[in-house]
């Protein structure tokens, strides 16, 4: 789920879904009809909610600004990722796990991103970095600016 702030006067949601559309239309034309999927939107106190489903992580880091990675924790070390941190235990507040444990864990799939967003993974989510928040089992909020891991099964 993607959310911008459009405060100003002049935005009209109209508008704003039909320019969405168009330039979603546009992506699929060229990468297939399913690449990018347009959901639900809602506008309240001037702030615009879509969510926009992609087919792969490549349609996603292709239209995009931001960049996320899917695949295992060797493949991301491999990728240049840096294991050095604490993700969060789902169902075990106030647990963590580190590097050392990460290390291990080599074959568990990983969800890597930056930046403000909402991430709804296929399985239940084990483990989350610091910093963000869980919505349900599937689904986790990154409310900062940056670098994020999602462990699930």
């Known amino acids: 789920t993607l959310m911008e702030d459009f405060t100003e006067s002049y935005y009209n949601e109209t508008e704003l879904m039909e320019m969405v559309n168009s330039e979603v239309s546009q992506y699929n034309a060229g ?14 106190n001037g ?31 491999n990728a240049g990722y840096d294991l050095n941190r604490a993700l969060n235990v789902v169902g075990n507040e106030g647990a963590t796990i580190g590097k050392n444990e990460l290390q291990n864990m080599g074959e568990s799939r ?3 991103l930056s930046g403000v967003m909402d991430v709804q993974c296929p399985d239940k989510i084990k483990y989350y970095s610091q910093g963000m928040v869980m919505l ?12 994020y891991f999602i462990i699930y099964l």
């Open 136 to 147: 349900d089992a599937y689904t986790v909020s990154a409310t900062g600016n940056g670098c």
């Open 110 to 112: 990983v969800f890597i």
């Open 47 to 77: 702030l615009l909610t879509l969510e926009l489903e992609f087919a792969d992580v490549q349609s996603f880091n292709d239209y995009m600004p931001e960049v996320v990675f899917c695949g295992t924790l060797q493949e991301a070390y």
């Open 31 to 44: 990468r297939g009809a399913d690449a990018i999927g347009v959901g639900e939107h809602h506008l309240e």
